[in-house]
């Protein structure tokens, strides 16, 4: 297992590299395929399905109990203790940025897709917390009681969607990459006893169905900023020491 982890970590480590692999292609033409646009995702009842499935799971799994106990047990045998898991949280939604920084043009231009972003992360957080504080939970090494589900995952899982989304028709490995990273961050929460198995798997589906609900909500939000408009949306990143995030001001 140790082998494993160690894999695993050796492989996250090159996952800037892989990210930047496409760098070569040509302004002209990343123009033609990215043009910016005012559409957002549309909703289906397709979409649905992934992120349900794993809510689902993760609901039955809290009240049923068995297997979370079972992969709890296991965690105890590997004696899990790696902070790795709070810096995976916030790769695949840093990398929508990173992949700009490297010249690989996004789907979405920097406002819109920082505005979608911030769209995910309030409903991401906001759902979690939510959850957290209402079903109380205790945690697999009972540090307390809000265990379900995980934010971790739930974050990772939402910046996996939004890598997907933004980069997804340029290459299929873009969104593998992210989602890789996102269930590591989820596998690593079980493996240091933060989580049960059922808090990971409910994260999982919110975080996906978060950036899903952000891109149905684009076209609406855009129109409070839009170019034929007098009203001005400004977006502010903050940081301290209890934490980070983005503040969004809208004027009319």
Not at 76 to 85: A, K, P, Q, V, Y
Not at 176 to 191: D, K, P
Request: aromatic share 12%; with cysteine.
């Amino acid at each position: 297992m140790v082998a494993s982890i160690k894999a695993i970590l050796l492989g996250l480590l090159f996952y800037p590299f892989l990210l930047c692999a496409e760098v070569s292609v040509d302004d002209s033409l990343q123009i033609s395929l990215y043009p910016e646009t005012t559409e957002g995702l549309k909703f289906s009842p397709k979409q649905l399905i992934i992120p349900g499935v794993l809510i689902g799971m993760g609901v039955y799994g809290t009240i049923d109990g068995r297997l979370d106990k079972e992969v709890r047990d296991q965690a105890l045998r590997w004696n899990g203790n790696t902070h790795i898991d709070d810096v995976l949280t916030l790769v695949p939604g840093a990398s929508i940025y990173l992949l700009d920084w490297c010249g690989v043009r996004s789907k979405h231009n920097f406002l819109d897709k920082t505005v979608i972003t911030a769209t995910s992360a309030m409903l991401t957080i906001g759902t979690v917390y939510l959850l957290k504080y209402t079903t109380s939970v205790e945690r697999p090494d009972k540090s307390d009681y809000h265990s379900f589900p995980s934010n971790h995952t739930a974050v990772a899982f939402a910046g996996a969607e939004l890598l997907r989304q933004e980069y997804g028709d340029r290459s299929i490995w873009y969104g593998i990459a992210g989602y890789s990273v996102a269930a590591c961050t989820g596998f690593f929460r079980v493996y240091n006893n933060k989580h049960w198995l059922s808090d990971v798997l409910t994260g999982a589906g919110i975080g996906i169905l978060s950036t899903q609900a952000a891109y149905w909500l684009y076209p609406s939000i855009r129109n409070l900023y839009g170019k034929n408009g007098n009203s001005q949306l400004t977006v502010l990143p903050f940081a301290s020491s209890n934490g980070f995030g983005i503040s969004l001001s809208a004027g009319f």
